[in-house]
């Protein structure tokens, strides 16, 4: 019989929001990814997906104390400084996407604001080492 790791039941409300705000930071930025200019498909325009990463970013960081515990405290303090990181770069991810339409410009723009949204999973992967077996 296999025994399955599971999330210790005092830290499982945690996890859950945890879970909640990172799965919103990712639909963001994918959404965001979808926004760039390739192939032969006319995507939304690259302001409506940063627009849209900014209220889900706000969204979070709101929620974010209710999975602010001892056991994940220093990747909790790393997500939050990420997102005030990304918020201060979006702004200027929108003046090049309205400045211009090359790819190259706008990838690096891009990434700028999707790249420190890594930390997230590190966050998840910490996350799953707390797992006990059962």
Same mark, same amino acid.
């Given at each position: 019989?296999?025994?399955?790791?599971?999330?210790?039941?005092?830290?499982?409300?945690?996890?859950?929001?945890?879970?909640?705000?990172?799965?919103? +930071?990712?639909?963001?930025?994918?959404?965001?990814?979808?926004?760039?200019?390739?192939g032969r498909v006319h995507p939304a325009p690259m302001p409506v997906g940063l627009e849209l990463l900014r209220v889900e970013l706000v969204t979070v960081a709101s929620s974010?104390?209710?999975?602010?515990?001892?056991?994940?405290?220093?990747?909790?303090?790393?997500?939050?400084?990420?997102?005030?990181?990304?918020?201060?770069?979006?702004?200027?991810?929108?003046? +090049?996407?309205?400045?211009?339409?090359?790819?190259?410009?706008?990838?690096?723009?891009?990434?700028?604001? +999707?790249?420190?949204?890594?930390?997230?999973?590190?966050?998840?992967?910490?996350?799953?080492?707390?797992?006990?077996?059962?």
């Amino acid at each position: 019989m296999f025994r399955r790791k599971t999330i210790p039941h005092r830290l499982q409300g945690a996890w859950e929001a945890f879970q909640a705000d990172a799965g919103r +930071v990712e639909a963001a930025r994918r959404a965001l990814l979808a926004c760039l200019p390739v192939g032969r498909v006319h995507p939304a325009p690259m302001p409506v997906g940063l627009e849209l990463l900014r209220v889900e970013l706000v969204t979070v960081a709101s929620s974010m104390p209710t999975w602010r515990l001892p056991e994940v405290e220093e990747h909790w303090a790393r997500c939050r400084s990420a997102i005030d990181d990304v918020l201060v770069q979006i702004s200027h991810a929108q003046a +090049v996407a309205v400045r211009t339409g090359e790819l190259e410009e706008l990838l690096d723009a891009v990434g700028e604001v +999707v790249e420190p949204l890594d930390v997230w999973v590190d966050a998840e992967r910490h996350w799953l080492s707390l797992r006990l077996g059962t």
